[in-house]
């Protein structure tokens, strides 16, 4: 098994292969699920004092914050994987002209 690390910003890096979602930290559920994994001790925090625009989930349970948006992250993994970045109207499954 190859692990896959991706960068997250300001010298963080992260193993994509335990990663389940990436997600935006705006939602009530998402910042319940921050509270709960602060207080459970599973919540690492990689923002570096930054505002939080990514909250990724993992396999082991723990919940990262990172500086950077799940755009960003997402597309940092397609080009480490040899694949074109991913442009919005891809990911969203926009009409293609």
Do not use: Y
Not at 14 to 19: A, K, S
Not at 29 to 54: F, H, V, Y
């Amino acid at each position: 098994m190859t692990l896959e690390l991706v960068h997250i910003g300001f010298g963080n890096i992260l193993t994509m292969n335990r990663v389940i979602a990436i997600v935006l930290p705006n939602s009530a559920p998402i910042k319940r699920a921050i509270q709960e994994g602060r207080n459970k001790g599973l919540l690492i925090d990689m923002t570096s004092g930054r505002r939080t625009k990514a909250v990724i989930f993992t396999d082991s349970g723990h919940i990262v914050l990172a500086a950077l948006a799940p755009e960003t992250i997402a597309g940092r993994l397609q080009v480490g994987r040899g694949c074109p970045p991913l442009r919005p109207e891809q990911e969203e499954g926009g009409d293609e002209e």
